[in-house]
């Protein structure tokens, strides 16, 4: 809850580049939870089309709680 808003400023600001593919590390992240992931989610469907957030070594859940939310959301790619 005390890093959301830095969260949503950091997604706010992908939005903003102008770049087809968005590499976003997180492996340094240990946990994100559902409001965190709906943050990500809406963000990415806000994305010009075409444009996609790769997310690198995401935390366990992350990819869990996006696929049963939000399943087939093309505008995200998990990789490992």
């Known amino acids: 809850m005390n890093t959301r808003t830095v969260w949503q400023q950091a997604l706010?600001?992908?939005v903003e580049r102008p770049t087809g593919v968005l590499h976003v590390d997180l492996?340094?992240?240990r946990f994100v939870d559902v409001?965190?992931?709906t943050d990500l989610a809406v963000?990415?469907?806000c994305l010009p089309e075409g444009q996609r957030i790769v997310l690198h070594r995401p935390p366990a859940q992350l990819p869990?709680?996006?696929?049963?939310f939000?399943?087939?959301l093309a505008a995200?790619?998990?990789a490992a």
């Open 76 to 78: 995200i790619e998990v």
């Open 12 to 14: 706010k600001q992908l």
């Open 70 to 72: 939000w399943p087939g």
């Open 64 to 68: 869990h709680i996006l696929e049963l």
């Open 43 to 45: 963000t990415a469907q």
């Open 35 to 37: 409001a965190g992931v």
């Open 27 to 29: 492996s340094r992240v």
